[in-house]
């Protein structure tokens, strides 16, 4: 219970923007964690705190290593992480390829909420490298399986609150229509 503690103040940390601190709690865990999966995880957290810390190279060795993963779940979110990484280093074709395997994962293990943001970041980057329709398609698919997941909730409230937490794919698609005003392919 410990090890899980951690990573939940980590992750808290990380959204109040202090990373320093992120950071020292997941390496925390990471530690104390007896699960070679969960392990795996908290690497892709401690990966991510490294990047928005500017430890670039860090990142990218601790990525390199969860990778190898045997658990998919795991490998979606490493190759996500690496995305925003490589988006970072204005990679952007390596990122879009990163995505694209996240993205499929994700959507093969039927993991929607996952794949919302996938989608969304691959419309994002197609965006940046010119492929209005495959940013189109993508935002598509990210919206729909918003749409999906929000009408099925029978709770109103918590239907009010999903849409106001995942603007994402919205945000996604306002883009691509703003490309496509502007006479992108």
């Known amino acids: ?23 020292e709690y997941l390496r925390k865990a990471e530690r104390l964690t007896p699960n070679a999966d969960v392990v795996e995880r908290t690497r892709v957290l401690i990966a991510g705190e490294l990047r928005v810390l500017g430890n670039l190279r860090g990142a990218d060795r ?12 795991t490998r ?5 992480e690496r995305a925003r ?11 879009i390829a990163d995505l694209r395997e996240a993205d ?27 492929d209005v329709r495959g ?9 729909g399986i918003e749409t999906r997941i929000r009408v099925k ?5 918590l239907r009010a609150r999903f849409l106001s937490a995942r603007y994402a794919p919205y945000e996604a698609r306002f883009e691509v229509d703003l490309a496509e005003a502007a006479g992108g392919n």
Request: cysteine-free; aromatic content about 2%.
């Open 76 to 80: 979606a979110d490493a190759l996500a």
């Open 1 to 23: 219970g410990m090890s899980s503690a951690l990573r939940l103040i980590g992750n808290a940390a990380a959204e109040l923007g202090q990373h320093d601190v992120a950071l």
């Open 62 to 73: 601790l990525l390199e290593e969860v990778l190898h993963t045997k658990n998919e779940q």
């Open 135 to 143: 940013a189109a398609a993508a935002a598509d698919i990210a919206v």
């Open 153 to 157: 909730s029978a709770n109103p409230e």
């Open 104 to 130: 499929a994962l994700y959507a093969r293990l039927q993991l929607d909420f996952n794949r919302i943001d996938s989608s969304s970041a691959l419309a994002l980057a197609l965006l940046d490298k010119a």
């Open 85 to 95: 990484l490589r988006q970072h280093q204005h990679r952007v074709a390596e990122a």
